[in-house]
């Protein structure tokens, strides 16, 4: 699981920051998951190492622009592309009327290829590997954050073991390799979880944008390996944070720590932190870490991939060099 940020600037693009999207890549097997879709994230992933013939799904949190606008685009250069599978669209129930209105005003043929999914509060979509979720959060118009969770995997079914305690190869070791307990012909009984190495935690990801702080959130993230937040604004303009419900640095590192995240990933930055005015990004991101140490900020192209449950995490030195040029 890598994500790559497309987009991090909150309302407006930038000179160094396109307004929200975020890229969940999914390596095993070769699909894109979109979250948010600001205009201008179809150009963004030209110059990424991703590829929009792999978008499988696509998250919208809610319907302000800055999160919407690059949609219609992006679904009609994947249509000329000819990917031929089907695009799959979740997001509030207004959703839907814009995505057909927008096609029946623009005269783009969308009924074969794009499926759209109204999201409520709990499961959103499930498969043999993944669980997304989603929970309400508090902003000005209906907007959910998303929980992405990769189930467990099984342990190492040790071969060895099994061949040295005369096991037959054969359809019985897919058995025990599932922890099932099975009888030989001979009449030995075999506890398939002896064979096998501890299982591997699943990894999950949360995405929380456009909101206030909220319990939702906290909910949300609850043990998850990593945050996404939005931190429209530095601790000091926390009035327009609560007239605007968007959250400071402060509100997303206090979700943070509630919630018990391995690390978090700040987003959705105001314009007015630029370099050339008295509070930058550097202020907001020492706000957060005086609570929430574990915390980064994001930046357009910035890669991460969730390490393994083995023992390790990423550590902050381990983000890519910054692009842009707003000091982040």
């Known amino acids: 699981m890598e994500i790559t940020f497309l987009g991090t600037s909150s309302g407006v693009p930038t000179r160094s920051r396109n307004v929200s999207s975020i890229a969940l890549r ?6 894109v998951w979109l979250f948010d879709c600001g205009e201008g994230t179809q150009h963004q992933f030209l110059r990424s190492d991703l590829k929009t013939s792999q978008i499988r799904r696509i998250f919208i949190t809610h319907m302000h622009g800055d999160h919407i606008y690059g949609l219609m685009g992006l679904i009609a250069s994947i249509g000329l592309a000819g990917t031929g599978h089907t695009l799959d669209i979740y997001g509030p129930s207004a959703l839907a009327d814009y995505i057909k209105t927008s096609a029946r005003c623009s005269h783009l043929d969308i009924a074969r290829r794009v499926k759209i999914h109204r999201v409520e509060t709990g499961l959103v979509y499930e498969d043999a ?11 000005r118009v209906t907007a959910h954050g998303y ?18 305690l005369g096991i037959p190869p054969g359809p019985i070791y897919g058995e025990l390799k599932q922890g099932k307990t099975i009888t030989l012909d001979n009449g030995r009984i075999i506890n398939g979880q002896t064979l096998c190495s501890e299982p591997e935690k ?8 456009d909101t206030v702080f909220c319990d939702g959130s906290v909910e949300l993230a ?17 009035q327009f944070a609560f007239e605007r419900l968007h959250s400071t640095s402060t509100m997303a590192a206090q979700v943070a720590l509630l919630a018990g995240v391995q690390e978090l990933i700040m987003t959705h930055f105001s314009p007015r932190y630029n370099p050339a005015n008295e509070l930058t990004l550097k202020d907001l991101l020492a706000e957060a870490r005086a609570i929430f140490p574990n915390t980064r900020l994001a930046h357009d192209f910035f890669c991460y991939a969730l390490p ?13 060099p910054h692009l842009g040029t707003d000091g982040a």
Do not use: M, W
């Open 147 to 164: 929980r992405v969770t990769e189930k467990d995997k099984p342990g190492r079914f040790d071969v060895e073991q099994a061949q040295a």
């Open 129 to 139: 590997e993944f669980t997304v979720k989603a929970q309400k959060l508090e902003h």
């Open 308 to 320: 393994r449950h083995r023992g390790g995490l990423n550590k902050p030195s381990d983000a890519l």
């Open 202 to 209: 699943g990894r999950s990801v949360v995405y929380c944008t």
């Open 26 to 31: 999914l390596p095993q097997r070769a699909e």
């Open 222 to 238: 609850r043990g998850a390996d990593v945050l996404i937040h939005e931190a429209t604004f530095a601790h000091q303009d926390a």
